[in-house]
C-alpha cells in the first residue's frame, strides 16, 4: 500500500512535472510567430521578449493574458533569466547577442527565456506540492516520514546528510523533497538503479 510520501513523489516525479513543464514550453516556443533573427532596435527587442515570455506563460498556465496587461511581470521574468544566465550587463548582453547575431543571438535569447521560465515552474509546482503535502501531515508524521524517505533513498544521498540520525535531512527535509525530483532524473539519465 502507497504511503502518503509515495504519492507525494509520485506526484512530483520528473515525468508528471519536469517533463511535462518542458513539454508545455516547446510547445509554446514552436507556437511562436517566427521573428527576425537579429533585432538592432532595444525597444522591439524588449517587446518581442515580453510577449515571448507572456506566450510561454499562457500555454504552459493555461491562461489568455495579453502580453500588454502583464508587460512589467513577463519582462521582469527575462531580467532575472538574463542576470542568472549572464551575469553582469545581462539585459545589454543579450540585446547584444540579438543585435550583432553573435553566439546564437536572438534565438539563444529565446531560448534561455524558454529554459529559464521552465525551471521558474518547475520549482513553483514542485514547491507547491511539497508544501501542501507536509502541511497535510500531523507532528508525528512529520517526525516519521524523513525516516522512511532514508529508508527509500538514503542510498542516492551525499553521505554526509545521512550520517549518524541524518539530522541535517531531518532539518531540511521540505528542501531535499523539493530537490527529489531533480535528482530522480538525474540518476535516471546517468543510468543509475535507484
Not at 32 to 48: L, Q, S, V, Y
Not at 50 to 69: D, G, R, Y
Not at 122 to 151: G, M, R
Request: with cysteine; charged share 25%; glycine share 4%.
Amino acid at each position: 500500500m502507497a504511503t502518503k510520501l509515495d504519492i507525494l513523489l509520485e506526484q512530483i516525479a520528473p515525468s508528471k512535472i519536469i517533463d511535462e513543464v518542458h513539454r508545455k514550453v516547446d510547445n509554446a516556443v514552436n507556437s511562436f510567430p517566427a521573428r527576425k533573427g537579429i533585432i538592432e532596435n532595444f525597444d522591439e527587442f524588449k517587446k518581442c521578449l515580453i510577449q515571448f515570455a507572456c506566450h510561454i506563460e499562457n500555454n504552459v498556465l493555461n491562461l489568455s493574458i495579453s502580453s500588454s496587461t502583464h508587460e512589467d511581470i513577463c519582462w521582469n521574468y527575462c531580467l532575472q533569466i538574463f542576470d542568472a544566465e549572464f551575469r553582469h550587463g545581462s539585459e545589454k548582453t543579450a540585446f547584444e547577442l540579438a543585435r550583432t547575431g553573435n553566439e546564437g543571438g536572438f534565438y539563444r535569447v529565446l531560448k534561455v527565456v524558454a529554459n529559464g521560465l521552465a525551471e521558474k515552474y518547475i520549482t513553483q509546482w514542485t514547491e507547491n506540492k511539497v508544501h501542501t503535502y507536509w502541511n497535510s501531515l500531523s507532528v508525528a508524521e512529520k517526525l516519521d516520514v524523513p525516516a522512511e524517505y532514508i529508508k527509500k533513498y538514503g542510498h542516492l544521498l551525499p553521505a554526509e546528510l545521512v550520517e549518524g540520525n541524518a539530522e541535517r535531512i531531518r532539518a531540511n527535509f521540505t528542501k531535499i523533497l523539493i530537490e527529489h525530483p531533480v535528482m530522480i532524473q538525474k540518476i535516471q539519465k546517468t543510468g543509475r538503479f535507484i
